[in-house]
């Protein structure tokens, strides 16, 4: 099976594509936002990350669970006061997956920028 004339032909010692490297628990968009959000607070709290994510409680719980099944992060639950309260964390493991996932996407940016000249952006 062969490409486009200017597609090289497949290097068995050639790294494979970067986008074959992207996790898809953390790619997906809400949950790389949770991980990312996490990552900068070290702490957040459930209804913090609802609000900047203009997420519903329900849809952030599913997201949250996925994580925390994968490891990525922790949830605690507790008080504040008399209102209870969730707070999120993430683990060494989020952390490391979120490094790899930017790395990644860092690999996938520098591809298209190096690529990309004024002759592909123009219309034909």
């Known amino acids: 099976m062969t490409g486009p004339a200017d597609t090289p032909e497949p290097d068995e010692t050639e790294s494979p594509h970067p986008v074959t490297g992207l996790d898809d628990v953390v790619h997906q968009r809400?949950?790389?936002?949770i991980?990312?959000?996490?990552h900068e607070?070290?702490?957040?709290?459930?209804g913090y990350l609802r609000t900047q994510l203009k997420l519903t409680a329900g849809n952030l719980s599913q997201h949250l669970s996925?994580?925390?099944n994968?490891?990525?992060?922790?949830?605690e639950k507790g008080y504040a006061g008399r209102r209870g309260r969730t707070w999120i964390t993430l683990t060494a493991a989020g952390?490391?997956?979120?490094?790899?996932?930017i790395g990644r996407l860092k690999l996938l940016i520098a591809r298209v920028e190096t690529t990309d000249t004024p002759e592909d952006r123009s219309p034909h």
């Open 30 to 33: 809400v949950r790389l936002g």
């Open 70 to 75: 994968a490891g990525l992060v922790q949830v």
């Open 95 to 101: 952390n490391t997956a979120l490094a790899e996932e």
């Open 41 to 46: 607070a070290r702490r957040v709290e459930f």
């Open 35 to 38: 991980l990312t959000i996490a």
């Open 66 to 68: 996925v994580l925390e």
